[in-house]
């Protein structure tokens, strides 16, 4: 494939169902990042998955997000019992190396309503 | 630990105008360091990058030189265009391979007609 996909593009819930957002990173990248962008924000740092090393989970705000990366590749990430203030764009990125370019995904535009 | 500071916009020039937004980034190691540009409507998209000190990266008429010595990356351009209106994200990355890639909480860029 060609670039990061990501998906749905967008996703409309309602307060307190859970959503599940997905990531297919480009074919041999190890490196994967989760951010999220609210309206007129910077990249708020979700999580990164380096190879099998452990993830960074440093940046996610709640326990009700989680994050996991079957076989190396494709990534969710999962927001329980969403919140409005959860309304915002997520990003997904991959790399070759953590030091590599970051090659991003289009994002999925969130909506809590 | 590591961080990126870019000045805070937005920042509004009319056409043909020299342009400087400054960032300055604090690492352990020996950083990579990047400069991404987000158009309206659109994902982010790496601009330029310099991987080692003195290192000039350049793209599009915007010019951003490693000076480790002022720990600086400042993002210059001799003469915008309207089309240049964006975000602007600077990052960096260190050697550690467990490290993140770092961004700054990104520039707002208006210019106009």
């Known amino acids: 494939g060609a670039g990061v996909s990501q998906s749905p593009s967008n996703k409309v819930t309602e307060k307190g169902k859970d959503v599940e957002l997905r990531c297919d990173p480009i074919?041999?990248?190890?490196?994967l990042y989760w951010y999220r962008q609210s309206l007129g924000q910077g990249l708020e740092f979700l999580i990164y998955f380096q190879g099998n090393s452990a993830p960074d989970k440093s940046g996610l705000p709640s326990d009700r997000f989680s994050a996991e990366r079957t076989g190396g590749s494709v990534s969710t990430l999962t927001i329980q019992r969403t919140q409005q203030e959860d309304s915002a764009v997520y990003l997904c990125?991959?790399?070759?190396?953590?030091?590599?370019?970051?090659?991003f995904g289009p994002g999925t535009r969130l909506l809590v309503l | 630990g590591n961080s990126v500071t870019q000045m805070e916009g937005p920042v509004t020039l009319s056409e043909e105008a020299f342009l400087t937004i400054n960032c300055t980034y604090t690492?352990?190691?020996?950083?990579?360091l990047f400069w991404y540009v987000q158009y309206p409507g659109e994902g982010l998209q790496l601009l330029l990058k310099a991987t080692k000190a003195d290192d000039k990266g350049s793209n599009k008429g915007f010019e951003a030189t490693y000076r480790k010595e002022t720990t600086s990356f400042h993002l210059e351009k001799g003469s915008v265009q309207v089309s240049d209106s964006a975000v602007y994200f600077c990052a960096l990355t260190v050697m550690n391979r467990d490290d993140k890639i770092i961004f700054g909480k990104g520039t707002r860029l208006h210019i106009l007609p």
């Open positions: 690492a352990t190691g020996y950083p990579s």
């Open positions: 990125a991959s790399s070759s190396d953590q030091r590599e370019t970051q090659y």
């Open positions: 074919s041999g990248h190890t490196a």
